[in-house]
């Protein structure tokens, strides 16, 4: 079920889950378990989509959402609970909504999150979400 992409080095060794993938966050390599629970296959972070250019053409901002659900043709993007990084999330992800109709992302919110986790008696990730 699992697959695993090329990581970035500046990825946290602790965060090294599931498959050998980095994870920014435990709570993603949490998400990634129930994922594959449920036999959803899916792909860390496969993608990165230009949201803004600078004059000469290169990128100056972009988004990369979590996962990508192959199966579901879709993508997921998981959100933490500082409401400020979560604030700054909702801008990309309106952004890329505009720039790209026909990708569908969804966006899982903290007490979604939580209660997904609750649900599977998991309580050490369900502090913070990426």
């Given amino acids: 079920m699992r697959n ?3 990581q970035s080095s500046n990825r946290h060794p602790s965060n090294l889950g599931i498959s050998g993938v980095r994870f920014a966050h435990p709570s993603e ?3 990634a378990s129930l994922l594959d629970l449920y036999l959803i296959r ?11 250019w600078h004059e000469n053409g ?9 996962f990508y659900l192959p199966d579901l043709g879709g993508f997921l993007e ?3 609970a500082d409401q400020r990084t ?3 999330k909702t801008a990309k992800l309106r952004r890329f909504r505009a720039l790209y109709p026909e990708i569908p992302v969804t966006l899982v919110r903290p007490r979604d999150f939580h ?4 649900r599977h008696g998991i309580l050490a990730a ?4 990426a």
């Fill in 78 to 80: 998981l959100t933490c």
């Fill in 58 to 66: 290169a990128v100056r901002s972009a988004f990369r959402p979590d």
């Fill in 29 to 31: 390599a949490t998400l």
């Fill in 42 to 52: 899916w792909v860390y972070e496969p993608v990165e989509f230009p949201l803004d």
């Fill in 4 to 6: 695993s992409v090329e």
């Fill in 115 to 118: 209660a997904l986790c609750q």
């Fill in 86 to 88: 979560v604030t700054r």
């Fill in 126 to 129: 369900t502090e913070t979400a």
